[in-house]
């Protein structure tokens, strides 16, 4: 039964971003990040940045296919983004990356 029900798309998604986060959050609190300046920007070629719709710009996310995402909510305002006071910054959804602060993904969480 528990198997089936981890069947649908949405809670494998969800259970990739649980795994994700507690991935990254390990990896962060044991090694620390690297300065955000050190890090490449994520692009939507990262297949990662791609999986969760990742725009640099969370006023041009298509809503059509993000019908979830409002006006309101950036990476800045995300539970995963690590300020660093800069445009880009770490996300600990994209060990190694950084994203910009105005942008949005459907990984996004309210701080």
Partial sequence: ML???MQSPARRK?????ITGAVAS???????WP???DLPHLSDA????????YTENSSNVDSHKFPQHRADQRCANCKFFQDTGST???CQLYP????????WCAGYAAK
């Fill in 3 to 5: 198997y089936e029900s």
């Fill in 88 to 90: 880009y910054a770490p």
């Fill in 46 to 53: 990262n297949p990662s940045a791609a999986s969760l719709g």
């Fill in 14 to 18: 969800t259970l990739r971003l649980i």
């Fill in 96 to 103: 190694g990356n950084a994203v910009n602060a105005n942008g």
């Fill in 35 to 37: 300065a955000a300046a």
């Fill in 26 to 32: 390990f990896t962060t609190t044991r090694f620390g």
